[in-house]
């Protein structure tokens, strides 16, 4: 099973954007969705991240900006990301897993999509 993101681009600083993640069949006990983004030649950094549909857990960085949201029946996932900086600039990672306890690491993810590039100019 693979997850697809899409939804990114190019924006100009302050503007919106809203990336969606798909399963591509059938994943079962997902109990935590997350979002992670990475810079070039960077760490792979937490962004937010759902649990059991109810917490939601953000980066500092974006919080009040993003927000998360999604579907546990579908396994889709969702990032609204408003009034973006250029330090936004990334590709966007989903992931679905189990372990809530690790909801702001990738070791609590099992699926992993295959990236969205967010380009935000100033």
């Known amino acids: 099973v693979q997850l697809q993101a899409y939804g990114g681009g190019w924006v100009q600083a302050g503007g919106s954007l809203r990336l969606s993640c798909v399963p591509s069949?059938?994943?079962?006990?997902?109990?935590?969705m997350g979002w992670f983004r990475q810079l070039s030649g960077k760490e792979r950094e937490f962004v937010a991240a759902m649990v059991w549909s109810v917490d939601t857990y953000y980066a500092n960085s974006v919080k009040g900006r993003f927000t998360i949201s999604g579907d546990v029946a579908k396994n889709t996932l969702y990032l609204q990301m408003n009034n973006l900086k250029p330090e936004d600039t990334a590709v966007y990672y989903c992931?679905?897993?189990?372990?809530?306890?690790?909801?702001?690491?990738?070791?609590?993810?099992?699926?992993w999509g295959q990236g969205t590039l967010v380009t935000v100019s100033s």
């Open positions: 069949g059938d994943i079962f006990n997902i109990d935590a």
């Open positions: 992931a679905l897993g189990g372990r809530t306890r690790w909801v702001r690491f990738q070791r609590g993810y099992d699926y």
